[in-house]
């Protein structure tokens, strides 16, 4: 079975930081393309990032770039967003998805590409 789970949401001033970590379980995630998303209330779910297997390609939505930074250790089969200079704009839950890929350079942002998901962790960034 493949399992991810998010954690390090929380609530955050405008103009501060999280990291969110996603880790997986069931599957080894060096085998697997990893994407951050996330959903804002009457919003569609919209790619933040992705990372490739191999942590050799990264992408990130022009909203966030500059800000955010996704990493892997697949020694720990986790998964982590660094999120920096949080505006109000980037409240929303915040998911982790796994593409089981053997192509390593796989990195797509796209939802219905990702099988496995998350549950969601709640980012706030609220004064």
């Known amino acids: 079975q493949l399992h991810l789970v998010e954690s390090g949401g929380g609530l955050v001033q405008p103009g501060g930081s999280l990291r969110l970590s996603c880790a997986a379980s069931?599957?080894?995630?060096?085998?697997?393309?990893i994407g951050w998303f996330r959903q804002a209330p009457g919003k569609e779910r919209e790619g933040v990032s992705c990372?490739?297997?191999?942590?050799?390609?990264?992408n990130y939505a022009d909203s966030v770039k500059g800000r955010f930074t996704i990493s892997r250790d697949n020694a720990k089969n986790t998964v982590y967003l660094q999120m920096n200079s949080l505006k109000p704009e980037d409240t929303a839950v915040y998911y982790c998805?796994?593409?089981?890929?053997?192509?390593?350079?796989?990195?797509?942002?796209?939802?219905?590409?990702?099988?496995?998901w998350g549950q969601g962790t709640q980012v706030t960034v609220s004064s």
């Open positions: 998805a796994a593409i089981l890929t053997p192509v390593q350079i796989l990195c797509v942002m796209t939802s219905s590409a990702y099988g496995s």
């Open positions: 069931g599957f080894a995630l060096g085998y697997s393309a």
């Open positions: 990372i490739s297997s191999s942590g050799s390609r990264t």
